[in-house]
Every structure is written in structure tokens, then in C-alpha cells.
């Protein structure tokens, strides 16, 4: 399978101080839907801009489709789809208009309105952008993205603001593209879609990955397939955080806002343990649940943080 994007010892410093990226390697194939994950101020924008050849490089390699910025940049201007956080659309000018305007930069765009038809957007052709609803824009943003006919598509958070339907049609519209060969590179704060969408996923913080792989990977990599999460009155100490660690089939424990959270493989052998465990401490259970392990376990567990914290 041939390369789309590639990477080698990228680094980004601004004002000969902030490190925002630190020598990361990337190498994403085509035909992948790739998510790259992080905490805010982890290094992932700055890393799709310099791929998206929006911003220099400090040191480092970029590779396109086997092209670089340098020597083919109007030629990657036409592959590629971009799809910014934010993308600040003229007010005045119609929905249709609007992604016209965005077919124009192009030498082989796309039909205008095949594509308002794709994105449900037809109905609002001749409205104006300006009243469109939060929802409606953020598809119009991937319309403009999609209208170039690209190769390789860049998200970034592509359904915030989308109510639940219009995420799953938007996953849909993602699909179609990836299996007519396109290659998506996507950012997201929504767990369950990295996991719905991603062929891989890398985890980005402090300008650096620190862990590659498939959802299932990565999951797998967490040590156990199940999280029992409880409560119990009183404060838990770190001596009884060494009595959750002994407990049979646990992997890894933490504690946060009064939750203990614990990383298993086998929850029948562990609750009864664990409760066996309170009742000679002398607390009370106020809280159990258990469920299956997910990529924000697995993220909590590399960074400390949860995805969508501030």
C-alpha cells in the first residue's frame, strides 16, 4: 500500500523557546481513515498545519503523496480536501454560492450540487450562509473541503456542533469517501467516533506520540478488556490503592474525583474480591459499575487527562 502522508523528525518551535512539536514521525497510508488524538496544547494542530502546508517547519521531512510542499505546492493544493476547526465563511453569500466560490480554486472541482446533495444541504442552496444553523455550517465546511475533489481529507473536529443523525451521516459521507480510495486524516474529542471511524490512531502529547495503533490495539495495550469503577465512603487512601492493585485479575489502578477506576481482565473474579476487600476495610460500596475498556480509558491512562478537558 503506498504512502500518503509521511513525516520524519518534524519539529515546530516558535520564538526559539516553545517547542510545540519535538522530532515526531507519522507515516499514514492511502486508503486509511488515521485519527490523531490529544490534549489541548498537545502539538496536533500545529502538526496538520505543517502537513497541510499552512505553516514551516522548524526541522523536519513532509512528504504528500509522495510530493513535497517545497517543490509541488500546486500540485498538493489541488489533493487536498482541508476542513478547518473553525472556518469562517462570507455571510452574504448563498450555500450554494458558496461552495461555487470554493470550486473555482480548482482545475477538476467536483459538481456543486452533488455535493450540497451528499452533505443534505440542497434545501439550504439559496439561503443565506449567515442563516444557516451551527449544524448546517459545519457541513457546509466539509462541503467546501469535499468540492475539490481530493485525494487526502483533513478534519479537524468535524462534528462538533452536529446533533446525533447528522454525525452518523457525516460518518457515512467519511465512509464513502475512504472506500473510493480517499485517505482521511481526522482529529476529533469524541471518543466513539476514533473508534467507529479509525483504521489507526496515534496519541500526540507534548509534541511527541506516544502511542500508535489500531483502536483495538491500543485498547489491548491497556492491560485489561474491562473497567470496574466504585466508590466508597471515607476517603481511600494509597494503602487501600495497593489493596485495589493485589485484587485478582487487575491490571492498573487510578483514582480521580473520589472514583477508583480498575483495569481487569476477568470482573467476575474481581468483584467479589473487591467487595470481600471493602467490607474488612469497614467502608460502605456508594458506587459500581462496570463496562468495557475504551480509547479514553486508554488515553486517561498514557496522559492523565481526559480528551475534551481544558
Known sequence: MATAIQCRDLRKTYDGKVEAVRGLNLEIQTGECFGLLGPNGAGKTTTIEILEGLLEPTSGEVSILGHSWRENERELREWLGISLQE?????????????????????????????????????????????????????????????????????????????????????DIIGEFQGAGGTVLLTT????????????????????????GTPADLIERLG????????????????????????????????????????VREPHLTIPALLDAIDKQGHQLEHLTTRQASLEDVFVRLTGRHLREE
Open 87 to 171: 472556518t469562517r465563511l462570507s455571510e452574504k453569500l448563498s450555500v450554494r454560492e458558496t461552495v461555487g466560490l470554493f470550486a473555482s480554486f480548482y482545475r477538476e472541482p467536483r459538481s456543486t450540487d452533488d455535493v450540497l446533495e451528499e452533505m443534505q444541504l440542497t434545501e439550504k442552496a439559496d439561503a443565506w450562509v449567515g442563516k444557516l444553523s451551527g449544524g448546517q455550517r459545519q457541513r457546509l465546511a466539509v462541503a467546501t473541503a469535499l468540492v475539490s475533489n481530493p485525494k487526502i481529507l483533513f478534519l479537524d473536529e468535524p462534528t462538533t456542533g452536529l446533533d446525533p443523525q447528522s454525525r452518523r451521516q457525516l460518518w
Open 189 to 212: 474529542h469524541y471518543m466513539d467516533e476514533a473508534e467507529r471511524l479509525c483504521d489507526r490512531l496515534a496519541i500526540v502529547d507534548y509534541g511527541q506520540i506516544i502511542a500508535e
Open 224 to 263: 485489561g478488556h474491562h473497567v470496574v469503577e466504585f466508590a466508597i465512603s471515607g476517603n481511600s487512601d494509597s494503602a487501600a490503592l495497593e489493596i485495589w492493585q493485589e485484587l485478582p485479575s487487575v491490571e492498573s489502578v487510578r483514582e480521580e474525583d473520589g472514583m477508583v477506576g480498575l483495569s
